[in-house]
């Protein structure tokens, strides 16, 4: 039985984790840069360990800095949290290799999913629905002339390893197609050490729907709701909502069945999601991110099950605790990221908090790792933390995100919060019939 953890992360996500840890009566340790010394996680925790300087590469990337900490700690597992180590299948086979618990899927299927080209084989063999593809790599310019013919325009390429929008080319004619080719190429080996690109239909207007799921390892599995992440800036996520508000009782059961039905088949172990693309009543699945989401929360409130603690119980050995025929969703989640940037140009805003006040509002949650006095570090990633709202029904929760937006007090730093209000004021977003393309298409007159 896991009785101490090391979390392989920083920021709101590694206070989540040491909460519902404590809450289990389970012991926890910190790792942190010498940039987040003063960080939450640091002080939340039962043990805390520097595992090197600001540089994500030499401290939370070092995979032997963290296995040697949770080693010298006398834990009994690492849970990685998400982004950095967490769909990383080395990190895991060390992790296990050395005695401890991953507390996340098996190596094999992080390898599997990971490879965006593997992980459409995958979903494809496991009955889920795939947009037109070039069934693999593209390896010349010529292959994708050819194939682009074949699909039709437009096309989008997208590096096979890649993740957070990183590799992503659009194209329109074949005149743009080898520069957009090249241009994924490169931008693929630079980010992530591999430059394979594959190719699918561009769909020109869909919604982002994603299936929340959990395995036990064993076969056994069950679909936790859906949730509409279709508002999106230059491919990343800004608010995401449970469940969809514009699925028909019948497209919802059926995406959940079929996402069921595919852990199932695989034998996944834990916390995953399958993204799909919806379009013309359509969906598509587009990969699977074999790790906890940050939008995760959502989930959590609307159907009131703790997914982290799912992942312990689950890295345990034990059976699930959750059953697909008591899951009832309850109401209605939204969830908006916060971001220290300024609202208007998007840069960047690190810097001291001179004052911070979180409304007090019925149905309110605010997962963060920031406090009075605390200096948001510039060295990595802009979010500082997730506001969540929890009403009756759509309508509710919309009113209830705008009341602790405009009662929100963080100072001395730029926020994203006006952004906020104005999508949650405009009659494209309350109508509910957004498009992953809707914000980018607004973002001038908002």
């Known amino acids: 039985m896991i009785k101490k953890i090391l979390i392989a992360n920083r920021g709101e996500i590694a206070v989540r984790i040491i909460r519902a840890a404590k809450e289990m009566g ?90 965006k080209i593997a992980a459409k084989e995958t979903a494809k063999s496991s009955g889920l629905p795939i947009v037109p593809d070039s069934n693999g790599e593209i390896a010349t310019i010529e292959q994708a002339k050819k194939m682009a013919e074949k699909i039709g325009y437009p096309v989008i390429l997208k590096a096979a390893y890649g993740g957070g929008g990183r590799g992503i080319r659009k194209v329109f004619e074949e005149d743009a197609l080898t520069e957009a080719f090249l241009s994924a190429r490169k931008e693929g080996e630079l980010a992530f050490g591999n430059p394979a690109v594959y190719m699918e239909k561009y769909l020109t207007d869909p919604k982002h729907i994603e299936v929340q799921i959990f395995g036990d390892g064993r076969g056994r599995a069950v679909a936790i709701g859906e949730r509409d992440c279709s508002v999106q800036r230059r491919h990343q996520k800004v608010i995401e909502e449970a469940l969809a508000p514009t699925l028909t009782s019948r497209q919802r059961d059926y995406i959940w069945e079929t996402a069921k039905r595919a852990v199932e088949k695989m034998k996944y172990r834990g916390a995953g999601t399958f993204e799909f693309l919806f379009e013309n009543n359509r969906f598509y699945f587009m990969e699977m991110n074999t790790r906890l989401q940050v939008e995760h929360p959502i989930t959590e409130e609307v159907f009131g099950v703790d997914l982290v603690k799912e992942q312990i ?104 919060i006006p952004l906020h209000l104005k999508i949650l004021n405009n009659e494209g977003f309350i109508s509910g019939n957004y498009s992953q393309n809707w914000l980018e298409k607004n973002l001038s007159s908002l």
């Open 26 to 115: 389970i012991k926890t340790v910190a790792v942190y840069s010498k940039a987040d010394e003063t960080s939450l996680h640091v002080k939340k925790a039962d043990q805390a360990v520097c595992i090197g300087p600001a540089s994500v590469k030499e401290s939370y990337l070092n995979k032997f800095a963290l296995v040697t900490a949770a080693l010298i700690t006398g834990c009994d597992a690492i849970h990685p949290g998400y982004g950095f180590l967490s769909e990383n299948e080395e990190f895991a086979e060390i992790i296990e290799k050395h005695g401890l618990m991953f507390i996340g899927p098996k190596p094999s299927d992080i390898k599997k999913m990971g490879d």
């Open 313 to 416: 119980r689950i890295a345990n050995g034990q059976d699930l605790s959750i059953r697909q025929r008591y899951l009832r969703p309850q109401g209605h989640a939204i969830e908006c990221r916060i971001n220290a940037e300024d609202p208007e140009t998007f840069l960047p805003n690190p810097g001291k908090i001179t004052k911070l006040v979180v409304p007090n509002i019925e149905g309110l949650r605010f997962d963060s790792f920031i406090y009075e006095g605390f200096t948001v570090p510039s060295n990595y990633d802009s979010m500082i933390g997730k506001v969540i709202v929890h009403g009756k029904d759509r309508a509710d929760a919309i009113e209830k995100l705008k009341k602790a937006l405009s009662e929100f007090v963080i100072e001395g730093i730029k926020t994203n």
